[in-house]
């Protein structure tokens, strides 16, 4: 089935970025009859975001509805983030999270300094990353980070007074990209958000890679327990043994969640509802990318109605023959990520008072 059946099932969105292809579910079901609240998110106000562990279910939910309500509301006129700067500080590549993130910020009418490498700060001459965060005190109102280090951003923080976003540790997390996975996730299927949600509409979760070493699928399996009321089964599909590690391993037993480990997708593909793939691991200093059996396309065993996740950049795992099927929710995970990372910046930055109150009602 190809993609125009399902893009005219759903509202254009504002500024209709949306024009590649695959399945564009409409974000006003999120928010549909409920306004948002402000109560919850003032919870982020002033606020660093290093880890999925600092959410609930309740702060994720009031993040996606308030992006839900970004995505379908004109707001650049009312310039949320006049007057702020934000850093992005980028000492590792990125396509998506270093230009969503500043897409983010200009769409909010806010100012961007951008470091899109390591090598054009003082880190060339072997300045240290403490003396870095000192420095982004004076320069800015929030700091954006990826690094190739998973302790960066504990070296960063010694001297720093702003609040800062983690948009990649090494092997450690992404916990943004793990809330625009979800939005994704939610605006597909938003009866995941109840908590007595039917056993027939649970869904079964497979999940492709390392969550011990590789920061997105960690992120994503940390937030998916905080959903765990609507996913019937998680299934990890690795190449490694213990691709999940003690500490992963243990959350998951204490979820009482029900989950497999396999070495190969075909023993479950057929039942999953959603599948959730990554290309790289990035380990140390370097990306080691996964073996062939981990690869998807379109004539693969998936179920009708399967939604296929991945954080990109993608390597040869995800055929480009799946962009034009309904199977294919990530070009809407990635564009939605500009949303989410709006609705951070305006909580984080307490800039609700700058929001056109008709269009985006707040609950206190
Ligand atoms: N999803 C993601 O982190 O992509 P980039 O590496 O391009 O930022």
């Not at 590549?93 to 300094?113: M, P, Q, W």
């Not at 976003?165 to 090494?170: E, F, H, V, W």
């Not at 213990?242 to 075909?266: A, H, K, R, V």
């Amino acid at each position: 089935m190809v993609t125009e059946k399902f893009k005219s099932k759903g509202k254009a969105p504002k500024e209709n970025p949306l024009t590649s292809e695959g399945l564009y579910p409409n974000p006003e079901s999120l928010y549909a009859q409920d306004s948002i609240n402000l109560g919850i998110l003032n919870r982020l106000v002033g606020q660093s975001i290093l880890s999925v562990d600092q959410f609930d279910k309740e702060l994720v939910l009031e993040i996606c509805k308030f992006a839900a309500l970004l995505e379908s509301t004109e707001i650049a006129s009312s310039h949320p983030l006049d007057g702020k700067i934000i850093i992005t500080a980028f000492f590792e590549a990125s396509t998506r999270t270093r230009l969503s993130f500043e897409s983010a910020v200009l769409r909010l009418d806010g100012k961007i300094i951008s470091i899109p490498t390591g090598k054009v700060t003082g880190v060339a001459k072997g300045e240290s990353l403490s003396d870095i965060g000192e420095m982004f005190n004076a320069y800015g109102d929030l700091v954006v980070v990826r690094h190739t280090q998973t302790d960066s951003l504990d070296e960063i923080m010694q001297n720093l007074r702003l609040p800062l976003i983690n948009a990649g540790n090494g092997s450690g997390e992404h916990p943004t990209q793990a809330l625009a996975d979800w939005f994704a996730i939610l605006k597909w299927k938003p009866k995941l958000k109840m908590d007595n949600i039917r056993d027939d509409d649970k869904i079964h979760l497979g999940i492709l890679g390392t969550p011990g070493s590789m920061r997105a699928v960690n992120s994503f399996l940390r937030m998916s327990l905080l959903f765990k009321s609507g996913i019937r089964k998680i299934s990890i599909i690795s190449e490694l043994a213990d691709p999940l590690g003690p500490e992963l391993e243990t959350m998951l037993q204490e979820s009482t969640m029900e989950f497999t480990i396999t070495n190969d997708i075909n023993d479950v593909l057929s039942d999953l509802d959603v599948v959730y793939m990554n290309s790289i691991a990035f380990l140390g200093d370097s990306y080691k990318t996964l073996d062939s059996r981990f690869k998807l396309n379109a004539q693969s065993n998936l179920k009708d109605d399967a939604v296929v996740l991945h954080p990109l950049a993608r390597l040869d795992e995800l055929d480009p023959n799946l962009d034009g099927t309904n199977h294919n929710l990530y070009f809407t995970q990635a564009h939605g990520a500009v949303f989410v990372r709006q609705a951070l910046f305006i909580s984080i930055l307490n800039r609700f008072d700058r929001l056109p109150s008709k269009s985006i009602p707040l609950k206190t």
